[in-house]
């Protein structure tokens, strides 16, 4: 069959794909058209001396043509691409079934790199009116409204205060200073903030949206992005306080504050990759949004946020592979200690962060066809 | 313009929701079955056209019209739209009711593309369409049905759409309302908005769209001309109802919701015969019918009677007469004896549903047996007339000046 598809030769006629060889008189064929955009089958036929029919809508278009007698056999593989109504083929070989999956990974790949970006780029102003109402609306119909925001982290601060500060009288590492127990809970609290808002909600957030998801056109990908922007403005609100308790307590602002999105730029993508994975799977097992509490709660205990990190001891291996031991102690050092983030754990953080970011969108991507059917 | 080519859907069935997760597990057999909601067909709408999807519940209209949309992938073909596209599948299905009716309409024009600057430019069109005045600045939440209806239906139009597909829209909504919309896609349509509508309303249907198809257990059954599209369907419906009368209803078994008289005369079945010759409890509208009586006498009766009478469903008379009235006078009865009544007449009624009541009587107005609603049937219709009496009617125009 090698031999014989060696020897084909494919015309395109008017709209049409005329595919003929020698020895091929005899032999019945199979072909799929599909989208390269999409992947998705648009045609699909069989007969000797194959007129396939193109479609004069302007894309990028795949055409497979099987021996119907040699089914998982080789493959010839015609690109086509319409553009103006015009059909010309790009490019024509013999392939396998294994290659083109293979072809369709690395073209997936490198679609799940730009995707992400590109989604929340051109969505941008829906993003940022949809995350405006989320924070207004979390607050309608309440006297303090959007102070609520700066109320919450202040109300939770002196709780952990009380506990941890004064009922265990925890200290930090080697400051003494008065107001060193609630500085550090704040540092470490910052980042913790955000995330914890925003995955506390993902797991639900294409459920709310269920009508979303069957009775609008709406770029989906997007309803996580606001759940963590929105975290991003309690966060925001969690800086001010912070500085708030700096000058309350006689430290200073020191520039080092300036590094501030050297770090919010890797929790953000972590944040982000977590919250679409916590949504894709939350559609999937409803059970997942009663067990975020607890996970969040518990991952909140893990990390030396409340406590120092010297009471953890032998189970000190945990940070190593917590992202949010290593932005909270990269929080503390340019908030408190006036020094730079460690480079070298923040390196690892970063990477890690982009490989959680696009594995998340990728799973979100990837489940998001089938939402329709689940909500 | 709007075009699909080889679409289909076929939903993956799981009898557990495990079954999904384990499929998309390597090495893992295939543990769905396939439901085919849409099997593969092709539709083009043009410019300025407005195409009708008619067709009963589950036939596959709403899985056609996400699949339009682009809410929805298909599992196999392609659909492509050229413009904007406002699909108002469900009324205000982007609202939030937390939120100002001002503000949603922000929110859906926004989800639909367009910028803050171009719905501000359009809000006071919008909410002079709506018409729900100073609701507009109050929580979506407080809204009646209507309200929501108008607000919804009213930003769709106004986000100044290419393609606009609209899913049994105007079904809520009063009639002045109802007026404004069909105006307002006469006026679409002359903009060269390609329009694809579903609707029950098959009146609409006929008045609105230059086109229709007709869907049933996901294929076209019929596609064209509005009129022919829609007497398929009405046909295709009046099989069924028949198919079902008569494996249901196989014994003409007496059900009267209220049954009196005397005794001395016992109606022994009722039955509504349809143009064909056959007991129907699916009429259309003008259809030749008949309701066949079969009276015993228990006691001797010399002037004996009998009368039939329709309600609506909410119990208003519609027509009533006797055998007396209409001049047909019964012959004196023995005991014993039985007589089959006839009654015959065109069934020009509204499309409703209808309950038929008899009674067997004496000349002074006492009952011998009286069933109320013993027969339960519905009339149907292409055009939705109102009232109850359903004259046929011809229109003559005239220009004067």
């Known amino acids: ?375 | 313009m709007l075009k699909a080519k080889n679409i289909s859907k076929v939903y993956r069935i799981y009898d557990r929701p495990v079954d999904r997760i384990l499929e998309a597990l390597p090495f893992v057999l295939p543990r769905h079955s396939d439901f085919p909601a849409l099997h593969p067909l092709d539709l083009e709408v043009g410019k300025g056209e407005t195409l009708g999807v008619v067709g009963p519940n589950g036939g596959g209209k709403s899985t056609l019209l996400q699949l339009l949309a682009g809410i929805i992938p298909p599992t196999t073909g392609r659909v492509s739209r050229k413009g904007r596209t406002a699909a108002l599948l469900e009324l205000g299905a982007g609202f939030n009711p937390e939120f100002s009716g001002r503000e949603n309409v922000y929110i859906n024009g926004e989800i639909m593309g367009l910028s803050r600057r171009e719905i501000e430019a359009s809000m006071p069109s919008i909410e002079r369409f709506a018409g729900i005045g100073e609701f507009i600045e109050r929580p979506v939440k407080t809204y009646s049905t209507g309200m929501h209806v108008r607000l919804a239906f009213s930003t769709a139009i106004h986000v100044d759409p290419d393609i606009l597909i609209v899913d049994e829209a105007l079904a809520v909504g009063d009639a002045v309302f109802a007026n404004r919309c069909i105006r307002k896609f006469e006026e679409l349509r002359e903009k060269g908005v390609t329009v694809v509508l579903v609707s029950h309303d098959l009146g609409l249907v006929k008045q609105l769209c230059n086109r229709a198809v007709f869907l049933m257990d996901g294929r076209i059954e019929a596609a064209g001309d509005p009129s022919d599209v829609i007497n398929r369907y009405v046909g295709a419906v009046l099989e069924k109802q028949k198919a079902w009368r008569t494996t249901e209803d196989a014994v003409h078994g007496l059900d009267a919701s209220h049954r009196h008289g005397d005794g001395a005369v016992e109606i022994r079945a009722v039955e509504l015969i349809g143009q064909d010759g056959a007991p129907t409890r699916a009429v259309r509208a003008g259809e030749r019918v008949t309701v066949r009586l079969s009276v015993f006498f228990h006691q001797a009766q010399p002037t004996p009677m009998a009368g039939i009478l329709i309600r609506t469903r909410n119990g208003l008379d519609a027509f009533g007469t006797n055998t007396k009235t209409e001049g047909a006078d019964l012959p004196p009865c023995a005991a014993g004896d039985a007589l089959e009544i006839e009654f015959a007449f065109e069934c020009l009624l509204t499309p409703q549903e209808y309950t038929l009541t008899v009674a067997a009587q004496h000349p002074s107005g006492h009952s011998h047996d009286w069933l109320d609603d013993a027969v339960a049937f519905r009339v149907l219709d292409i055009a939705k007339r109102s009232g109850i009496a359903n004259l046929p009617t011809k229109i003559a125009v005239r220009q004067l000046s």
């Open chain 1, 1 to 375: 069959m090698n031999a014989r598809f060696s020897e084909v030769t494919a015309s395109i006629v008017e709209d049409r794909l005329l595919v003929k060889g020698d020895g091929l008189e005899d032999c019945r064929l199979k072909y799929e058209v599909r989208d390269r955009q999409t992947d998705t089958v648009l045609d699909g036929g069989e007969g000797v001396n194959l007129d396939i029919p193109l479609t004069e809508d302007d894309g990028d278009y795949a055409i497979l043509v099987t021996a119907v007698a040699d089914a998982p056999g080789s493959i010839l593989f015609f690109h086509v691409v319409v553009a103006a109504g015009e059909p010309c083929l790009a490019s024509q070989r013999t392939t396998s079934a294994a290659a083109l999956r293979r072809s369709r990974l690395t073209r997936g790949l490198a679609r799940a790199a730009v995707q992400p970006f590109s989604s929340i780029w051109r969505n941008r102003s829906l993003i940022r009116s949809m995350v405006r109402r989320d924070i207004a609306g979390r607050y309608a119909g309440s006297h303090a409204g959007v102070f609520w925001t700066i109320i919450h982290p202040l109300l939770l601060m002196l709780t952990y205060a009380f506990v941890f500060g004064v009922v265990l009288s925890t200290r930090f590492a080697n400051d003494d200073r008065p107001g060193s127990f609630v500085l550090y809970f704040l540092a470490g609290m910052l980042p913790w903030l955000a995330f914890s808002e925003s995955a506390g909600r993902a797991a639900g957030v294409v459920i709310e949206h269920a009508n979303f998801v069957k009775k609008l056109v709406f770029p989906l990908d997007i309803l996580p992005v606001n759940l963590v922007f929105s975290g991003l403005f309690s966060q925001f609100f969690g800086v001010l306080v912070l500085f708030g308790a700096l000058l309350l307590f006689g430290r200073d602002i020191y520039w080092t504050v300036l590094y501030l999105p050297l770090l919010i730029i890797p929790q953000l993508l972590f944040t982000l990759g977590v919250c679409w994975l916590l949504a894709a799977l939350g559609v999937l097992f409803r059970d997942l949004g009663q067990l975020m509490g607890f996970i969040i709660t518990l991952w909140f205990f893990l990390t030396p946020i409340c406590y120092d990190e010297s009471l953890l001891g032998q189970y000190h291996w945990l940070f190593r592979i917590n992202p949010f031991y290593i932005l909270v102690r990269a929080y503390r050092a340019v908030l408190l200690e006036h020094a730079a983030p460690e480079w070298q754990s923040l390196l690892w953080l970063s990477a890690a962060s982009a490989l959680v970011f696009l594995f998340g969108y990728g799973c979100f991507h990837r489940t998001q066809r089938q939402f329709a059917d689940l909500v």
